[in-house]
């Protein structure tokens, strides 16, 4: 139980720095700390360097699945195009 306790204080704390670095416009250092997080996730909880073999080839196959749905999503965004639209005629209210 002291272990979550740690862990979860530590996410608490990394949250904290995060936001306040996020306030002051700190880009990488937010990009490091969310980092941070990840690692506290992986070897607190987790506890990936005691876990068999086999969950840690499925913690990899996760983080490839991860890879390949955030470069699908950012080519939706690469591909998009703006096509202008002219209009033959000129705007003239309907009249009735």
């Not at 979860?8 to 995060?18: D, F, G, K, R």
């Not at 250092?29 to 080839?57: D, E, H, N, T, Y």
């Not at 749905?69 to 939706?76: E, H, I």
Request: proline fraction near 5%.
């Amino acid at each position: 139980m002291a272990r979550i306790a740690t862990c979860w204080t530590m996410l608490v704390l990394l949250l904290a720095a995060e936001l306040v670095a996020a306030r002051a416009g700190l880009g990488a250092v937010v990009c490091v700390l969310a980092v941070l997080m990840v690692l506290v996730i992986v070897l607190g909880f987790m506890q990936i360097l005691r876990a068999p073999p086999l969950a840690i080839i499925f913690a990899l196959g996760g983080l490839f699945w991860l890879a390949i749905l955030l470069a699908l999503g950012s080519l939706d965004s690469f591909t998009r195009t703006t096509v202008p639209v002219h209009d033959t005629a000129p705007y003239a209210p309907a009249v009735r």
